[in-house]
């Protein structure tokens, strides 16, 4: 009886031993996820201002803007202009 006692205490040791155990993880994966929840909100805000920028980049207006003024391109004549049929 006293065989069975001592073993039965010991799983209830190892029994709050392993809860201890689940809690911690448990706390420690609450955390990753938080932090991990910061950086998607972070880079969502990031994407976006990106986002916004290849928008004002990339405005057709601009483009013509920077080739006549900094490059000095202008539209092709009809007399420079070859069209091919296939």
Do not use: C, K
Not at 14 to 40: C, F, K, M, N, Y
């Amino acid at each position: 009886m006293r065989a069975l006692n001592l073993i039965l205490l010991a799983l209830i040791v190892a029994s709050a031993l392993w809860g201890v155990r689940l809690v911690a993880e448990d706390r420690h994966l609450t955390r990753q996820i938080a932090v991990t929840r910061d950086s998607v909100e972070r880079l969502e805000g990031e994407y976006a201002e990106l986002q916004l920028e290849e928008g004002t980049l990339t405005a057709q207006g601009r483009i013509e803007r920077i080739a006549s003024d900094e490059l000095g391109m202008a539209a092709p004549t009809a007399e420079q202009l070859t069209v091919v049929f296939r």
